[in-house]
């Protein structure tokens, strides 16, 4: 395949709508930081959940924001301030998801592994609007 057909491919690829390519690749994002957290939960042990899932966030993170960057908003340059900018969106992320995961686990069922899918599945929003408004934000020139 020449670079040419891959440029094409990727245009045409930033044509759909950003949501519907935010679902499609924080699925496959969701399903990596996942992995990572059961991963991290069975090394470490069930009763260090917010540990693993500081761990999951951590680890996934780098992966998230190349993804994000490159198939979700499709922006060019600019590679340190959108990074920085994701840190800041992760850390509410983050907390986001450690409050739910730390309510789910006390209140609703004692599975961190149920627990943490219901949290990325709803960090998954909160991680959406700063990403599209704050992180990765367009300027109309």
């Known amino acids: 395949m020449s670079r040419e057909t891959v440029l094409n491919l990727y245009d045409k690829w930033c044509t759909i709508p950003d949501k519907i390519r935010f679902l499609f690749i924080g699925g496959v994002n969701a399903a990596f930081s996942y992995i990572i957290f059961a991963i991290a ?77 219901v949290s990325i599945l709803l960090a998954a929003v909160v991680t959406y609007v700063l990403f599209k408004y704050y992180a990765f934000r367009h300027h109309k020139k």
């Open 41 to 117: 939960v069975y090394l470490i042990g069930q009763e260090h959940y917010q540990i693993c899932v500081a761990l999951q966030w951590a680890i996934s993170s780098v992966f998230s924001f190349v993804n994000q960057k490159v198939f979700v908003f499709c922006t060019k340059g600019h590679w340190l301030k959108e990074y920085l900018k994701c840190c800041t969106t992760w850390v509410v992320s983050y907390a986001f998801n450690a409050i739910i995961l730390e309510i789910i686990v006390k209140y609703v069922t004692k599975n961190v592994y149920v627990g943490q899918l």
